[in-house]
């Protein structure tokens, strides 16, 4: 099984009619990076348990139903009285979404460390705000790094809100202490140069420097998603492997990223690659096909409105 660690919350969308410059409608859409790699799993049919907190509001109980209609299970979701975070989402060009939160007293940063984990669980997902606010993000913290011990495999995409971050420099330190815990990064381009500290257009040269020190750290692999453009891996062996993306109508981008975070975790799991040595060892065949399914996974999101991963009928 594979645990998923981190928020949901709720994005506020705006209404497709609305011209730009005036406020419309905004539509509430189930979300949160976690949350959407967690439902994606569940519908790709791996036995998938979510580490998070809800609230008892009305947000909260939907959030849980979804969980559950997704097969996820959710015997350990703590829930609290606190209100669900919100994220008021804008569009760019190319549907590319853009988010303002709001977090302060939400559910989410209350959860608290359950101890260790299930035996089953053999791979663990971290990422997004929750391995940013407190006290939610120590507790997480320790979960990786104890579960990392177990000798589970350790899947981390940071998925950098920016805005979020109060200290730079001092979460870019935190980062590189999870890494000797990471056996698989997972991050976009734009998160690689900002933990990189390059500013405006990053040089990919530099970029993929990066992604060798973040590897010498640590984790088995590193993955760089380049939006419509594919999806390169730092394989075990140091050798990149590059795969295009794959061609869609691009509604938005909301919940993009995290479904390729799942879809990677699936590959993994059917392919019973779940362990760091497994994930060193993939050769660049096995990581194209990977990639692959990842990238054919991502272009169905994309097809459609807010965070909505596919079945795996529909990629079957």
């Given at each position: 099984?594979?645990?998923?660690?981190?928020?949901?919350?709720?994005?506020?969308?705006?209404?497709?009619?609305t011209a730009e410059g005036e406020l419309g409608p905004l539509h509430p859409r189930l979300g949160g990076g976690p949350y959407n790699a967690a439902i994606a799993l569940g519908r790709l049919g791996v036995p998938v348990n979510f580490q998070?907190?809800?609230?008892?509001?009305?947000?909260?109980?939907?959030?849980?139903?979804?969980?559950?209609e997704a097969g996820v299970d959710t015997d350990a979701v703590?829930?609290?009285?606190?209100?669900?975070a919100l994220a008021v989402v804008g569009f760019g060009a190319g549907g590319s979404a853009r988010y303002s939160f709001h977090t302060a007293g939400t559910a989410g940063r209350f959860f608290t460390?359950?101890?260790?984990?299930?035996?089953?669980?053999?791979?663990?997902?971290f990422g997004t705000l929750s391995m940013v606010l407190e006290p939610g993000a120590t507790a997480y913290e320790s979960v990786l790094f104890r579960q990392a011990r177990s000798g589970a495999l350790v899947v981390l995409d940071p998925n950098i809100r920016a805005d979020?971050?109060?200290?730079?420099?001092?979460?870019?330190?935190?980062?590189?202490?999870?890494?000797?815990?990471?056996?698989?990064?997972?991050?976009?381009?734009?998160?690689?140069?900002?933990?990189?500290r390059q500013p405006g257009e990053?040089?990919?040269?530099?970029?993929?420097?990066?992604?060798?020190?973040?590897?010498?750290?640590?984790?088995a692999a590193v993955v760089l998603t380049r939006g419509a453009e594919g999806m390169t891996v730092l394989t075990g062996a140091g050798e990149l492997v590059e795969v295009p993306g794959v061609d869609a109508p691009v509604v938005d981008t909301i919940g993009?990223?995290?479904?390729?975070?799942?879809?990677?975790?699936a590959w993994l799991y059917r392919h019973d690659a779940l362990s760091e040595a497994a994930v060193r060892a993939l050769d660049r065949g096995q990581w194209e096909l990977a990639l692959r399914f990842a990238a054919s996974a991502a272009a169905v999101t994309v097809s459609r409105p807010g965070a909505q991963p596919p079945c795996a009928d529909e990629l079957d």
């Amino acid at each position: 099984m594979i645990a998923v660690c981190g928020e949901a919350l709720v994005d506020l969308v705006p209404d497709p009619s609305t011209a730009e410059g005036e406020l419309g409608p905004l539509h509430p859409r189930l979300g949160g990076g976690p949350y959407n790699a967690a439902i994606a799993l569940g519908r790709l049919g791996v036995p998938v348990n979510f580490q998070t907190r809800l609230s008892t509001d009305r947000f909260g109980d939907t959030l849980l139903d979804r969980l559950r209609e997704a097969g996820v299970d959710t015997d350990a979701v703590q829930r609290g009285a606190e209100p669900t975070a919100l994220a008021v989402v804008g569009f760019g060009a190319g549907g590319s979404a853009r988010y303002s939160f709001h977090t302060a007293g939400t559910a989410g940063r209350f959860f608290t460390d359950p101890g260790p984990l299930p035996e089953e669980i053999t791979a663990v997902s971290f990422g997004t705000l929750s391995m940013v606010l407190e006290p939610g993000a120590t507790a997480y913290e320790s979960v990786l790094f104890r579960q990392a011990r177990s000798g589970a495999l350790v899947v981390l995409d940071p998925n950098i809100r920016a805005d979020l971050i109060d200290d730079a420099e001092a979460y870019r330190a935190r980062f590189g202490t999870w890494l000797g815990g990471v056996g698989l990064l997972k991050l976009s381009a734009e998160d690689a140069a900002w933990l990189a500290r390059q500013p405006g257009e990053a040089d990919p040269a530099e970029l993929i420097g990066a992604l060798r020190r973040w590897q010498q750290a640590g984790p088995a692999a590193v993955v760089l998603t380049r939006g419509a453009e594919g999806m390169t891996v730092l394989t075990g062996a140091g050798e990149l492997v590059e795969v295009p993306g794959v061609d869609a109508p691009v509604v938005d981008t909301i919940g993009a990223g995290d479904t390729v975070q799942a879809a990677l975790l699936a590959w993994l799991y059917r392919h019973d690659a779940l362990s760091e040595a497994a994930v060193r060892a993939l050769d660049r065949g096995q990581w194209e096909l990977a990639l692959r399914f990842a990238a054919s996974a991502a272009a169905v999101t994309v097809s459609r409105p807010g965070a909505q991963p596919p079945c795996a009928d529909e990629l079957d």
